[in-house]
């Protein structure tokens, strides 16, 4: 499972771009199709704000609330300063007010558009009911259910079966592919090495990993919705992917070294052939976007 450490900042601005390019953007089309004329959504693991800026724009709503909830207020305290980017680049204007139980409520506004944002830190890992996802119309999540466990995703979905079945739109899941080409012969140990490491608890039990996806199927089809879903790999190759493939390169060969101390010279080696080589490779990393609808 390609997970830094540490879900930080810095991690969440590299992949922002590489979703944006690889997501299944019918899917996203299909999900306004099910939300209403003025749709209340909650963002699950909303980091800084990358799957609002990606779909709010394609919902296609005139006015749109949307939650943001992460269990990072550090994250959350960032999303504004990248709103403002956004707004600016897209025409628009943007307000921050101060509510109870809130981060921030940030108010996008245009000559024909107007949409809140509520950010909300919450422990996402207790009781799920806290969620509210009876008051939302739609459920989102990016890059969030690779970090959850079997345990958690079963609370989550009595949840969604007590609110009526909301549509759910899960992108940028980890489906365990992870390929170079051309190979290395040592890239299958650092991968198994850096995927035990990374297996770590985020706070919602032991990760799904890259079993989310097969897992996150089998459980909404159980709960009777109906599913459509959609490659969304990323593919870093030459000069626009050769700082993602440094970055992950960095990431993994730090895992599997801390996994294996006794191989880190080997893991090293590894790393720099992978350094040398990397405006001739092309790396895949495999990701699944998850429509569910009743």
């Known amino acids: 499972m390609i997970q830094p450490q540490v879900i930080d900042g810095d ?31 909650l963002d699950l693991g909303a980091g800084l704000g990358a799957n609002v800026r990606h779909l709010l724009p394609r919902l296609g709503r005139m006015i749109q609330d949307w939650t943001l909830m992460d269990t990072d207020a550090d994250l959350l305290a960032g999303v504004s300063d990248r709103m403002q980017r956004w707004a600016h680049e897209s025409g628009w204007r943007m307000a921050r007010n101060a509510v109870d139980g809130a981060v921030a409520e940030l108010i996008l506004a245009g000559d024909d558009m107007r949409s809140r944002l509520t950010l909300i830190r919450q422990d996402m890992s207790t009781d799920l009911h806290d969620l509210g996802i009876q008051r939302h119309d739609g459920v989102a999540g990016n890059a969030f259910f690779d970090r959850v466990s079997a345990e958690w995703l079963d609370h989550f979905i009595a949840e969604l079966i007590a609110s009526g079945l909301p549509p ?65 790999d990323w593919r870093l190759s030459g000069l626009r992917g050769r700082q993602a493939q440094l970055h992950l390169v960095s990431m993994l060969a730090a895992q599997a070294a801390a996994r294996d101390p006794a191989a880190a010279d080997r893991i090293g080696a590894w790393g720099e052939r992978r350094r040398a080589a990397v405006l001739r490779a092309e790396l895949t990393v495999g990701h699944a976007d998850i429509l569910a609808r009743r």
Request: hydrophobic content about 40%; charged content about 25%.
């Open 11 to 41: 991690w969440h601005a590299l992949r922002e771009p590489l979703d944006d390019k690889a997501r299944a953007i019918e899917l996203a089309w299909e999900f306004a199709r099910m939300v209403p004329s003025r749709p209340h959504i």
């Open 168 to 232: 759910v739109l899960a992108t940028g899941v980890q489906d365990g592919r992870l390929a170079w080409t051309p190979e290395d012969p040592d890239d299958g140990m650092v991968v198994a090495l850096a995927n035990e490491s990374a297996n770590r608890d985020h706070g919602f039990g032991p990760p799904l990993g890259d079993q989310a996806s097969s897992v996150l199927v089998t459980k909404l089809e159980a709960a009777g919705y109906r599913l459509d879903g959609a490659r969304s």
